[in-house]
């Protein structure tokens, strides 16, 4: 239990009248008039942070402002960071600008979907392809006179099924949506839909129904082309994938479902202006940079993400680029959404909260909650989102702020080079299929009827030397017994993502962390592959995992291959587990049968009981 005689240190939103305070702080060489205010047209934030913490903020943002560190960061400096070519992927800080100037060519793309009468827009991305679009789709609903868009980002055949079922192929605009073109996951989604849509409206015109979204000179603009897309769009080679929400990556589907692209990208652009202030007191993405940074230094290194209902899925696109670039070389800010909030004494003090509030739908329950937890004095940081047309606004001071924390942690916030790890084991894995018709045979080290249970044999030996009752629950309890204080229990999920599994596997999550008074995370895969599997391997070595794998009930066939999509997503859970065994970190693979609400509720009671 934490004690509760902390103050808030920033109790009132930093709004002009806050401003004002930390107006009188800014040396007078930096100061410029103009420039010396938050503007009330800007989402305002709160912190609440406890002593400590609050002072070395403080301290960052003077060395901040004393380096004029805002202008090497906008001069795109690499020093600022480590130094190793960092200044080449930072394109996003000019992005909302650039698109401004030719915002009409996308009131065009929507005017043409519009009259075109398609129902449905389904993109088939991952992580920064698929995210930003997810969070617009979820948040914005569907918009009169405009097609629904939905988003695939898995490879469990049950859930491309799934999505299959949710459109009307002859009426659908389909999106392939991936920077390199090279991306395993985009590229057989493509595949499988592609041949559907020549079976349903014909090879002469299933190219009408296909747009790409590409960078230049990628192997899918050559494939775009070949296969007569109806449009495609170009990335910006300087924006790596997780920060291309404001590039065609996310504007292009905002467009195609109805959303007035210029009118979001104006509200943007009034961020971006906030984010360029030299006074670093008044910039919104410095501070929050600050926070996060300063926090990590200190070992507040668990990000907890609350939103409000209406914007609730802006923390799976938060978790990426915060997990990705921050999680690596042993550091990292480990972010955890949909984690349902606790009484303020079930929590650690290695926690960060902070909570996307939505003023047009605030929930009473969060609201009350976050009030306790900044009484008791956890650090707490509230950013209110007026209205969904603020959300650009969001995306911007969080790639700001996730800059800013990197050169504080000392690390490049530009790279992902434990992403590349998996898909390397995987490939491996794909490739054999191809060749000989099978995966690699592998022999778990326990079954009971239907469920096995599988690790490396360095986790093995620990978890049978740990457990006198070879049994599910007692490896069950063995395994979650290595959980240390400032560690996270996290669960990855190869299954179909829906209501019902979430559930499932929310139960035993929440069990965990009132239990052992930790912080946990729930990932489907393959999508967190592209997302929080990046720190997984490559950030703190605090981590203990559970993977969920099964046996997939219906599988499908991937056109031209071998392999299917549950072979895939079998060679991705493999990688997945080999990459993190070989970083020796703590992991248990349960694999279920092929009926997995069944399973799942069996381990949910097995969990439950080796908590007890």
Not at 195 to 205: D, F, H, I, L
Request: proline share 5%.
């Amino acid at each position: 239990m934490r004690p509760s005689s902390l103050i808030a240190a920033w109790p009132e939103p930093l709004t002009p009248k806050a401003s004002k305070r930390w107006l009188t702080r800014v040396p007078p060489a930096h100061h410029k008039p103009e420039e010396a205010r938050i503007a009330e047209n800007i989402n305002q934030m709160k912190l609440s942070l406890p002593p400590d913490l609050s002072k070395a903020v403080e301290a960052a943002l003077d060395d901040w402002q004393a380096n004029r560190k805002v202008e090497q960061l906008w001069a795109r400096d690499a020093t600022l960071w480590t130094d190793a070519g960092e200044d080449k992927w930072l394109g996003w800080l000019n992005i909302v600008d650039e698109q401004q100037k030719t915002n009409r060519r996308f009131v065009n793309f929507a005017a043409e979907v519009k009259e075109a009468g398609f129902s449905h827009v389904l993109l088939l991305g991952m992580g920064g392809s698929s995210l930003c679009p997810e969070v617009l789709a979820k948040s914005f609903g569907s918009i009169d006179g405009f097609p629904r868009l939905h988003v695939l980002d898995s490879t469990d055949p049950a859930q491309v099924k799934a999505v299959e079922n949710k459109i009307h192929i002859s009426t659908t605009l389909f999106f392939v949506s991936s920077k390199s073109g090279t991306t395993l996951e985009p590229n057989i989604f493509k595949q499988y839909f592609f041949s559907r849509a020549q079976e349903v409206v014909g090879k002469e015109n299933a190219g009408k129904h296909f747009i790409a979204i590409t960078d230049p000179g990628s192997k899918l603009r050559e494939e775009a082309e070949r296969d007569q897309f109806r449009k495609i769009f170009l990335g910006d080679p300087s924006i790596g994938g997780r920060y291309s929400a404001l590039s065609d990556f996310g504007m292009a589907p905002a467009a195609a479902m109805g959303i007035d692209v210029p009118s979001f990208l104006n509200r943007t652009g009034e961020m971006v202006k906030a984010c360029r202030a030299d006074a670093v007191k008044n910039n919104p993405g410095a501070i929050l940079g600050a926070v996060l940074g300063t926090a990590h230094k200190q070992g507040r290194d668990k990000l907890t993400i609350v939103s409000s209902p209406g914007i609730h899925d802006l923390g799976a696109w938060l978790e990426q680029l915060v997990a990705e670039s921050t999680g690596k070389n042993g550091n990292g800010l480990i972010p955890l959404d949909r984690e349902a909030l606790a009484t303020a004494d079930a929590y650690g003090d290695d926690r960060v909260f902070v909570y996307m509030r939505l003023e047009s739908g605030p929930d009473s329950r969060q609201d009350e909650a976050i009030a306790d937890l900044e009484q008791a004095g956890h650090p707490v940081i509230i950013i209110s989102v007026a209205d969904v047309y603020d959300l650009g606004k969001e995306f911007f001071r969080w790639e700001f702020a996730t800059a800013v924390a990197g050169s504080i942690i000392g690390i490049n916030p530009f790279d992902q080079p434990d992403v590349e790890a998996s898909k390397i084991e995987t490939r491996k894995l794909t490739d054999e299929y191809e060749r000989t018709g099978s995966l690699p045979p592998e022999t778990p080290f326990y079954e009971d009827d239907d469920i096995k249970l599988f690790a490396d044999d360095r986790n093995a030996t620990a978890m049978k030397s740990a457990t006198t009752e070879a049994s599910l629950r007692g490896y069950l309890k063995a395994h979650v017994d290595r959980l240390k204080p400032n560690d996270y229990f996290a669960t990855l999920a190869y299954v179909e993502m829906n209501e019902e599994h979430e559930q499932l596997l929310q139960t035993p999550r929440h069990a965990i962390r009132d239990t052992k008074h930790v912080a946990t995370c729930l990932g489907f895969g393959p999508r967190f592959l592209h997302s929080t599997g990046q720190a997984y391997k490559g950030g703190p070595d605090s981590g203990v995992f559970l993977q969920i794998t099964c046996d997939d009930a219906n599988d499908l066939p991937v056109p031209n291959q071998k392999y299917t999509f549950g072979v895939v997503k079998a060679a991705q859970a493999r990688g997945d587990f080999e990459v993190l065994a070989e970083r020796g970190r703590r992991a248990l693979r349960i694999h279920l049968g092929a009926h997995v609400a069944k399973g799942l509720q069996k381990l949910d009671a097995e969990i439950k009981r080796a908590l007890d």
